[in-house]
């Protein structure tokens, strides 16, 4: 079964630090997602990417946070300087078909010590 | 009001009850619902799609309620590894874009 793939699994990185998420969506997949989840708390939407561009963020994703599909096949979440807030597991998804074609990766916990 | 609302549990049920969960929005335009599971540290996964009618898979029963704003899962003969988080989802767009997540509804299976 097809799979999101996503790297590293878990990154520890210094507050102010700049971080890199890595996703490798389906690779017939047009849409693409990150969400987060803060430890206890539900998952929360940050953004959808579609035909290289943002097609909806919320909130959350401020300034701070931007998304790439530089090679056509990666989708990146960058956090330009992180917050301890921050901490929380990111979870990257890619569907063909809205929610019900969705899959979502394993996640990246990120910690921000 | 949140957007999505779900008791968060838990529900401790014995093995082989029949439990039900509700979910409340507060959105009178969405338009899809779907009910997602999610396991500890994992990520969550689709249980199943809620159609107006009502839609059946095995043991899970999903309702749609437009009226009230409300949407239910049943699960009838309660297996151990139904042991999870029960997450109610809404979109406006068909999840083509901006996707709402409850809180989750945690269950807990006993034998």
């Known amino acids: 079964e097809p799979e999101v793939t996503q790297t590293p699994s878990h990154q520890v990185t210094q507050m102010g630090q700049e971080v890199i998420l890595r996703c490798v969506p389906i690779s017939n997949h047009l849409y693409f997602y990150w969400y987060r989840q803060i430890l206890g708390q539900k998952v929360e939407f940050l953004v959808s990417f579609y035909n290289n561009e943002i097609s909806e963020k919320s909130e959350i994703f401020d300034d701070q946070f931007s998304v790439e599909r530089p090679d056509g096949s990666n989708f990146t979440l960058k956090i330009r300087s992180t917050k301890l807030e921050d901490s929380a597991m990111y979870f990257c998804?890619?569907?063909?078909?809205?929610?019900?074609?969705?899959?979502f990766g394993s996640g990246t916990r990120l910690t921000v010590v | 009001r949140k957007e999505v609302e779900q008791d968060p549990g838990p529900f401790n049920v014995p093995e082989g009850a029949t439990v039900a969960f509700n979910c409340t929005y507060s959105n009178s335009a969405s338009q899809s619902f779907f009910w997602y599971r999610q396991d500890c540290r994992k990520e969550p996964k689709l249980l199943m799609s809620?159609?107006?009618s009502g839609n059946e898979d095995g043991r899970f029963t999903a309702q749609l309620n437009r009226a009230s704003q409300y949407i239910s899962l049943l699960i009838r003969d309660s297996k151990l590894s139904d042991s999870a988080t029960y997450l109610c989802v809404v979109t406006d767009s068909g999840g083509y874009q901006k996707v709402t997540f409850g809180t989750g509804t945690k269950l807990q299976v006993i034998p």
């Open positions: 809620v159609y107006s």
């Open positions: 998804a890619s569907s063909d078909r809205g929610l019900e074609g969705y899959t």
